[in-house]
């Protein structure tokens, strides 16, 4: 009841809402109460000032003695770590690589050289030139990396000047500390300081400062509009890593249940982790394979550490973006090759090029795309249109792909198919790389899985005549709920809208399994409501035969799959069809998750 009733004490989120509790992002889980310290940005004084010509060589030595300091300190933090926190690694060493890159250092040389000014001023000049390409790019991953960019220039004012405020050291008292933002350093910093959390203005799930919290361990809130402004040092607050919530004022109440609800979170955790090495089945038998979604490589660990039953969804357009230039075929092969070694016997199926739509296609290295300035990207030359416009690209994957089929259970995933025609288009690619592979000698599966996305109304509509030519469904319901309810999956102001439980939508998926079945094919959902635990139920009644998740989802989603019947879930899948609004498909499934579970104080 724990979360109810913290609701209830603050106001729930799509009602009233208490005026002392602010909400962000959750950065990392876990549930501190504490006193504040609040750190002011750094550089809010710099100095702009004019140089004479025969001082500018003078300017450029210092400013590249900043940037020598600089590396020079990130390379000491650096050797400060053991290996556990790779992830750490891995940004210090981009911020690294970020200090040779000519974007900063060298647009920041040519401006001193160019406009005669100081240092200080032209690396904010130029870090203000970066920030307008970045506010062009839609990819919410890549603009977060715009968050790099300014650690790095942070790092490089403190070595220039005196304004810099670093880190304090030596609290009296364990703290909570609120920023604008940190610097790697700063969160290395706050393992060895009395730092009970933290909290940032900046930042996103995939920011720096949320990878730092969450394998430091410490809670963390990010992305809090102006609350280096809204609290002072020396107040009290409530941070609520789990939902991204931030208590101003909170009453002695509201602690104690804080307090109590974390030491819950933390009990059931713990019991979640029982369950990653138990199979995925009801307790009448019913499988259902609990698979993993991932972008990177680098994720398998987290795959195989919460006991997927394979790789549901692989989004293989991350290795494309952020290169230098268009992964070539050995390259591809590579990347797939250890994914499927890795995880033998258990499936990995692959999304071909998802690129286009909120996936900006600019971001593909060479920029040469036709969809650059699409007027409305979501409808426009995405994902398997562009690789059939793009056909070298596209046969590239594909060869990769068949290539690696050789090594262990592949299956081929197609995004966005909405016309039996694409289809056939691929199939014809396929079956020419096929034949290309034989005469070559180079060997593959030749029963390699086909599949397809459904993720597109007319998909769902002409479902049993696609499924009579695939042999998997994966509905992607992040863009089925786009595109049939008309709601932009990115945009703010019709997020309330965008609603995973509208009638709508569960009677496609539900006509979606059907038609598949009807056809022998096994029928996945891989859209972020496979991996909440709330929709999980329903989902399950409808009969898909394996739910694909980020991976920390899955121990939650198989303990419910432990605790249910098919008789009991499909029995409440039948009553959901009935509901006509999402208000009461809500309820309904409120009611039957509280009578058959007992979980809902672990519920949003
Ligand atoms: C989906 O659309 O549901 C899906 C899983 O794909 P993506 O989020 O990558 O578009
Ligand atoms: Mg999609």
Known sequence: MMAKEIQELQ??????????????????PGIVVGRVVVLRPRADDLVRYHLEKDVLEEEQKRFQQAVDQAEQELKDLRSKFDGDLSDTLTIIDSHIRMLRDPMIVGQ??????????????????????IKKKFDHIADEYIRDRFADVEYVTKLLWEQLSEHGQQFPTGFAEPVIVVSEDFTPADTVRMQSEKVLGFLTEKGGTTSHTAIVARSLG????VGVENITQQCRTGDTIILDGYDGRVCLAPTIDQQHLYQEYDRQHQAFSKELHWYINLSSETLDGLQVRLSANIEIPKEIKQVTYYGADGIGLFRSEFGYFQQRHLPDEETLLGVYQDLVVALTPQPVTIRTLDAGGDKLA????????????????????????????????????????????????????LPLISILGELHQVQEIIGQVMLDLTNQGIPFDPAVEVGIMVEVPSAVVMADALAAEVDFFSIGTNDLIQYSLAIDRGNEYVAKMYDPLHPA???????????????????????????????????????LDELSMRPSAIPHVKRLLRHSTSRRLNGLAKEILKCSDGKETRALLEKYIAKNYGLQQLIK
Not at 12 to 27: K, N
């Open 11 to 28: 106001g729930d989120q799509s009602g009233d809402r208490d005026p002392e509790t602010v909400y962000g992002i959750s950065g990392s």
């Open 218 to 221: 410490l809670p963390a809130v």
């Open 505 to 543: 939508i569960l009677r496609m998926i539900s006509q979606t399994v059907k038609a598949g079945h009807d056809q022998g094919i096994e029928v996945a959902l891989c859209g972020e409501m496979a991996g909440d635990v709330f929709m999980a139920p329903v989902l399950l009644g409808l009969g």
């Open 362 to 413: 600019s971001q593909l290295p060479g920029h040469r795309f036709k969809n650059l300035h699409e007027r409305n990207p979501a409808l426009g030359l995405r994902s398997i249109r562009l690789s059939l416009s793009e056909q070298p690209l596209f046969i590239t994957q594909i060869r990769a792909l068949l290539r690696a089929s050789a090594f262990g259970k592949l299956r081929i995933l």
């Open 108 to 129: 920041t040389a040519r401006l001193i050289e160019q406009q005669q000014i100081n240092a200080e001023w032209a690396l904010s000049r130029s870090l203000y030139l």
